[in-house]
């Protein structure tokens, strides 16, 4: 079945530490998207990429870094200069954007925690 | 700058009442609109969208109409189930990001259903 995958479900960083979050799909879509999700705040956008080899920063970009190397992955780290990074995150993809009404499908989402 | 606000919830309703969850935009042009569903510790998935203005989406149930005058996407289902208890996101795509479009989301309202 097509869909978006997130890995790990659960990750939990030490202080300090790097942690990537995997994205994957299968859905031939263009455009990703990583969201960030804290309780009663709603969606944040963190970056997104509508092509490969290109991306851009998001409402807070700040901590995170992406790569697109390849059409169906959008991997996300969490570096150690983000300071709040508990969370759940939300990956996201979409075939030529949201404008026009295009429907953006989610994946099931990873949570972090800093212990 | 474009923005989404809908009601706080949360929202507690008995099965069968009539549901309405009120969202008002602020956006330049003319944005499409969204309403997405996350069930819990789920991701997000799209309940129903509009592209244009007197547009009506349904799924489910479910039903909001594109109000341009009101600046309005109102949320209605006429007799809820328990089954329909989760967090409902309003959003909207404000036609930027690269001309692709980037989604702004509601801070969520949720909603339970008791028996």
């Known amino acids: 079945d097509g869909g978006i995958t997130q890995s790990p479900k659960y990750l939990f960083r030490k202080e300090g530490q790097n942690v990537t979050l995997s994205c994957e799909q299968n859905l031939n879509h263009d455009a990703m998207y990583w969201y960030r999700q804290d309780p009663g705040q709603g969606l944040r956008l963190i970056y997104y990429s509508q092509i490969v080899n290109d991306f851009q920063k998001g409402d807070i970009a700040e901590g995170y870094s992406v790569s697109r190397e390849k059409k169906e992955s959008f991997p996300l780290t969490v570096t150690s200069a983000q300071k709040n990074p508990t969370a759940f995150y939300l990956c996201?993809?979409?075939?030529?954007?949201?404008?026009?009404?295009?429907?953006?499908?989610f994946g099931e989402g990873s949570w972090l925690t800093v212990v | 700058g474009n923005s989404v606000t809908q009601m706080e919830g949360p929202v507690t309703l008995s099965e069968e009442a009539f549901l309405t969850i009120n969202c008002t935009y602020t956006?330049?042009?003319?944005?499409?609109l969204f309403w997405y569903v996350q069930y819990p510790g789920e991701g997000l998935q799209l309940l129903l969208k509009a592209t244009k203005a007197d547009d009506k989406g349904s799924n489910k149930g479910f039903e909001a109409t594109y109000r341009k005058e009101t600046t309005s996407f109102h949320l209605e289902k006429g007799s809820v189930q328990v089954s329909d208890s989760a967090v409902y996101f309003c959003a909207l795509s404000d036609g930027y990001g690269g001309s692709q479009g980037n989604l702004i989301f509601g801070k969520g309202t949720k909603l339970s259903v008791k028996p």
């Open positions: 996201a993809s979409t075939q030529g954007g949201t404008s026009s009404g295009n429907t953006i499908y």
């Open positions: 956006a330049t042009g003319y944005p499409s």
